[in-house]
């Protein structure tokens, strides 16, 4: 069986234990440094010299008739199943945090491509664009007047760079991505046909007449951020919309102008945050979720899948519901509505 299809992906460059060690998430628990992983695969999959990672005790029972395997996985897991069905393994490491050393490990054995410093030829450059040397840009890409691509930055097909915009070093910028009145910062990465820095939905109505709000702010996005595919991130009016560092930001997401997003919050797919509103470090907002606008969350905050924040939240804890509350109040509410339900 073939686990990463190599028609997509390059065949796995083989490790060594020890050089995974050197990434210091792990230590060893039973094997020979020496020992040399070749592919990673699923838990069910394990065979000689693959790399697995195991979080969930459920799935720790296809393991008992493999051998040969490399198996990264927590402390609990050892202490439970360590002497009976992990008997077969190679080696085992343990980590705090299984699937991020796992997620390392991965990036020793699929490295990213080196970036060859291609402008391809059906690209629209304005000579007064500084280029670092080694950036790539794509086919029918258009770069305005003003703009700055740091060293080793990617844009994909058809990415629009509107005048002034600054885009760090070692950015990617998927296909189709337009970006205006945005400063970018190292190491983001922008999925296909996402819109940084529109114009926000801000209109004022005066008897019988309708003003556009002007859109003076920009977008900041911080270092090592992620943007998700077909995600819309409006600029500010009179203030900037700003994602802090580390924030990572799944598909379908739109953030409105004027919004604050603190550093290493998860946002994820089909979430709508309105304008103004800050949403603390440590946050997660789960699929669906929406916030109203001029609400505060604060940092180390869950707000469940498919919840309404409608006003700001004072503590910290996960929250359900809508309009949302405290997660424990809102099932219990629920159970007793059912119970109602059945008494009818």
């Avoid at 760090?168 to 999925?191: L, W």
């Avoid at 919004?259 to 440590?282: D, F, Y």
């Avoid at 409608?310 to 996960?318: D, L, M, N, R």
């Amino acid at each position: 069986m073939v686990i990463v299809d190599q028609r997509f992906f390059p065949e796995a460059k083989s490790v060594s234990v020890s050089k995974i060690l050197d990434l210091g998430t792990c230590v060893l628990h039973k094997g020979d440094p020496k020992f040399i992983v070749q592919n990673v695969g699923q838990i069910k999959e394990a065979r000689p010299n693959m790399l697995i990672f195991a979080v969930r005790k459920e799935l720790i029972a296809s393991l008992e008739t493999s051998e040969g395997y490399a198996l990264i996985t927590s402390p609990e897991i050892i202490k439970e199943f360590g002497k009976n069905i992990l008997s077969g393994a190679g080696v085992i490491f343990i980590s705090k945090n299984p699937k991020f050393a796992f997620a390392q490990a991965c990036s020793l054995m699929f490295p990213s491509k080196g970036n060859k410093t291609v402008i391809h030829p059906t690209a629209q450059i304005d000579e007064s664009a500084n280029i670092a040397n080694d950036v790539s840009i794509g086919p029918f890409c258009y770069v305005a007047a003003g703009v700055t691509i740091g060293k080793g930055s990617v844009l994909g097909i058809g990415v629009c760079c509107k005048s002034s915009v600054m885009i760090g070093e070692n950015c990617r910028v998927e296909d189709y991505v337009t970006i205006e009145k945005a400063i970018i910062e190292d190491y983001v990465s922008i999925g296909q046909h996402t819109v940084i820095g529109k114009e926000g939905f801000g209109f004022e109505a005066n008897e019988d007449d309708i003003q556009r709000f002007p859109h003076l702010g920009r977008v900041l996005i911080g270092k090592k951020s992620s943007i998700g595919a077909n995600c819309c991130i409006d600029r500010g009016t009179l203030q900037d919309t700003i994602i802090n560092e580390l924030v990572l930001i799944d598909n379908l997401v739109h953030i409105a102008h004027n919004v604050e997003i603190g550093k290493k919050t998860i946002i994820l797919a089909q979430v709508g945050i309105a304008g103004s509103s800050i949403i603390k470090e440590n946050c997660i907002i789960g699929g669906q979720a929406g916030i109203a606008d001029h609400t505060e969350i604060p940092s180390n905050t869950t707000i469940l899948s498919r919840s309404g924040v409608t006003k700001s939240i004072e503590t910290p804890g996960v929250y359900a519901g809508f309009p949302a509350k405290i997660s424990t109040n809102f099932w219990r509410e629920q159970v007793i509505l059912r119970q109602l339900a059945r008494k009818k």
